[in-house]
């Protein structure tokens, strides 16, 4: 049984990890904590399946266009409703409010438009999985994990490697000094969004087939996704797909040995004893602490 | 005129209009006048259970002219919105203002659950439309409901499983919320007094979509069956993870979840072969009569509860028939409900316990293939 608790928590912990390096990104660059990064995942699967299911597009057309509808509607969020906010001065805690507003306004507008049903993409068709060194694990998951550490892999050389990743870095360390360089503040945080959101975008495709659909999936997501980052590290994109996957591990591990109603306890308890005694996260080691 | 006249002459006006409402306003109802109080949620949240009912008895109403015998009958609508506080008000202004002789609601359970040691202590007989609570069983002598308690489908659905497929080990894995302990409790209690055993228990969130770990530990059990208590969006994960464990063992659903053709057709054939329990389809030519009937006054087929409003009305009225000579009505038609037995309503077919909680038949029903399903037993 231990292989295939290894798997259920490799799964779920990928999960987590989709979600939670989006969102880590977009914070660990414009320093706030964008709630609707779960709506951003929850519209964009209703845009696949809108895609796929409703107006028949190809598999593989839907998922390009989910995932530019994706960054495009983490751009506008920042465009249209945070950088307005930003130039009147807003503090942290009127920005936080603000995205849990975005989070309700979208799902709200998901469950007007597409209604409270469950609703599946119904690409992947519901199989037996395949034995995998005494675990049973499906085609579909063994892709959410490679791509979760994939993207960690990506990710963390467009941070070290390239140019807008370095000027993330620069702004996410010191604003004003960034600005004196003639780094525009505004545009990184514009690339933040895009690029978390396209993040946000893959997770939202992964997740709508593994999980089917529902208005409120962004928040459920958004919980233990925002859990996951705590853990591995705020600000910290690397330490958030970790803290996920740990996440992960302690859910499932820990309801095998105590009963399975503790689980979002055994979550909710890893979080605190990480804020209280080592709120930096795991990955907190070295990093200025400001 | 003076000012002191002025009030004196006002005082006595009022001790006038004071002493008028006592001599006519009050005393047990007036001859020949049956009053009828109904609360419901008719505005708000859930206004799409509390107008149906309504809608139900205003056809019935109509149907019997406003009058039973040679009494007229007066039916007084109070608006709850759901919310205790303005049920126990209304209730209050029922008993108090209008003495009903008997009150048809509440409709959320929260509320009837309010109002019930009221009408209880002014001893008027109430019955529910549509409050499902199992706590309602215990509510009071005078409250009755004419939709069954959620703790009748565990009980029937443990008597099936024991006794009509013969299994007696099984594991249950129930949505860990109000409604889904409720029915994974009453399932509990029933299979074990008939002698079953319950192997393993597993619960999980609502919204979880992960359920991959319970089911593994469900598995490794000795057991013949899982019982599952679910919610739609929720049956789709199980069923999907099941599949793709492999997990054999039948699975045995306790929600009519599984009658929703949304999730049908989510879980495609990872629903094949499941049993699943709800409350039998009423039929025969009554039902259609009222279908018919209220199709022509309202322009639309009768919504969830519309049958049981309108069955809740006909049951008073016909307890009143009974109590002709009684000088305490609402005490005769208490003692009335409880005499019956088998009424062919157009909710499905009623009997009272000792509780006052309905009796009415479950169907269980199997996915034969493709969301085709099959009447296996009506119990």
Known sequence: MFPQLLVNSLIAGAIYALVASGFSLIYSTCKFVHFAHGATIA???????????????SFGLSVIFTIIFASLLGWLMDKVVYKKLRQRKASKVILLMTSFALLIFFESLILMLFGADVKTIGYVKIARGFDFLGAIITPLQIVIIAVSLVLLVLLYFFM????????????ADNKEVAEVVGISAENIYSWAFIVGSAIAGIAAILVGLEQNLEPMMGTN?????????????IGSVPGAVLGSFLLGFAENFGIWFLPSGYKD?????????????????ILGIGRNSK | MSKTLQIIIGIIIIAIIVALVFVFGTGKTTEGLVKIGVLAPLTGEASQWGVPPKEGIELALELIKNRVDNKKVEVIYEDTQCDPAKGVSAVQKLINIDEVDAIIGAVCSSVTLAIAPIVEKSEVPLISPASTSPKISDAGDYVFRVVPSDALRGEVFADYIKNDVGLNKVAILYINNEGGAGNKDSFKKR?????????????????????????MKIKNQNIQAIVIVSYPADSVIILKQAQELGLSLPLYFQTEALEDPFVLEAAGESANGVIYILQADPSGREVEKFENMFEEKFN??????AAEGFDAFNLIIKAIKECKAETDLSSCIKDELYTIKNYQGVSGTITFDGKGDVLKPMAIKKIIENGKKKVLMIK
């Open chain 1, 265 to 281: 306890a055994i979550a909710f308890a890893i979080l605190f004893i990480f804020l209280l005694f080592r709120h930096q996260g």
């Open chain 1, 43 to 57: 519209f964009s699967a209703y845009f696949l399946y809108f895609l796929f299911s409703d107006l028949g597009l």
């Open chain 2, 191 to 215: 299979f074990e007094e008939l002698g079953g055993k319950i192997v393993a228990i597993e619960s999980y969130a609502q919204g979880t979509k992960d359920v991959k770990t319970q089911l």
């Open chain 1, 221 to 233: 997501l958004m919980i233990k996704g925002f859990t996951g980052a705590i853990i591995g590290g």
């Open chain 1, 160 to 171: 070290k490697r390239t140019k807008i990743g370095k000027a993330m870095r620069a702004v």
């Open chain 2, 300 to 305: 639309r087929a009768p919504a969830l509860y």
